[in-house]
Structures are given as structure tokens and as C-alpha cells.
């Protein structure tokens, strides 16, 4: 009876999963877009082109860096739904404000790109960053909170994964203060953030008759 209760207790999470995938999709398709192909006055000269495509440098590793960091909250987002068993309008509100800037990233990965060595682009770019994980990290909380898991879990489990998802907001507003002291520091704390949504979590489950699940 119990369990009937759970399932009946709000929609499921298939439509908002697939459409989350699909603007996931988009995001990282966008983000090739941000580099253009160099004009040379010389096609045949190899040199010049080396020097263009050299010139660059910054916007690949932003691309690089971006990709990153989307396939890392697909990744995680994608685990995180599968602990749940049911949805409510409030999760597909936030779950709409994350996708909101996460649609975002590909703006300010163009103006880092291109002004690599400007403070307010490095600090742009910290910020949209901060307020995606920030508000996965809500996502996380308000799913796990509001008693909308497939399982029951361990208790200490949960709270890890939750501190775990507030670091990185944390992480990144500390690299946005660095900004002002260093570029190359800041960037590097932005680049070694998402690291720790590498390795899943496991949440363990209190029934005998379940494996634990990955968040």
C-alpha cells in the first residue's frame, strides 16, 4: 500500500528528464559555435594559418573547459534522477532555473575566449558557473527533502552528497574573489571545481532488496 502511495503521489520524471537531455544537447552543440574559423590572408601560406589557429588557443580551452563542465552536470543531473521516484512543480521549477544557466554557458565561455586576460570576463564566467551549481545544488536538496526519492536512504549518505553539492557554488565564489588578486589561479580553481562531481556518490539504500544508487 505504501508503495502505491509513493507512485501516486505526483507525475514521474521520464518528460523531465528528456527534456533536460535535449537542452543538454543543444548547450554543447552551441558551445563549437563560439569558435569561428580564422581568415588568412594567404590560404596557402601554412604558417600563417598555424599563427591564426594559435591566436586561438584561448577559445579551445574554453570550449574544452565548457564541454567539460556541461558533460559533468549531464552526467550528474542524469544520476540524480534516477534517486527519484516522482515529480512536483516546485522540482520542475528549479530544475528550469538550472537549465536556464546552463543554457547560459555558452555565452560567457565566448567572452572568456576572447578576453582571457580581462578580469570582468573571468569573473563572468565564475558567476554564471556559481549560480548553475548553486541552484543544482538546490535541485538536489528540494528533491531529496521534499520526500520525492525512490528509496528511502541512509541518512549520512545524503547529507555528504549535499555537502558535496554546495561545495562547488562555494568553490566558485571563491575563485570570483581570487579573480581580483589572479587570473590563472581563479581560472585554475574553475577548471578543478567540477572534479568533484566526477566520482558519484553512492547513496545507501535501506532496503534489503535494492543496490545502492550513484548521485
Known sequence: MAEIQTQSSGPGTNRIEAFSDGVFAIVITLLIFQIQIPEIKNKADWAELFYALYNLAPKFLGYVTSFFFVAVFWISHHQFFNTLNFSKRGLLWLNNLFLFFVT??????????????????????????????????????????????????DENSLRNAMRLSFLLPL?????????????????LIYLLTPILLIKPIKLKTESLHKDDLEA
Request: proline letters at 4%; zero cysteines.
Open 104 to 153: 547560459f554557458i555558452p555565452f560567457p565561455t565566448g567572452v572568456l575566449g576572447s578576453y582571457h586576460d580581462n578580469i570582468t570576463a573571468v569573473i563572468f564566467f565564475g558567476m554564471t558557473f556559481f549560480a548553475a551549481s548553486l541552484t543544482y545544488a538546490l535541485l538536489r536538496w528540494y528533491g531529496w527533502e521534499s520526500n520525492e526519492t525512490s528509496d528511502k536512504f
Open 171 to 187: 568553490l566558485f565564489l571563491i575563485g570570483i574573489l581570487v579573480a581580483f588578486l589572479s587570473l590563472p589561479i581563479a581560472i
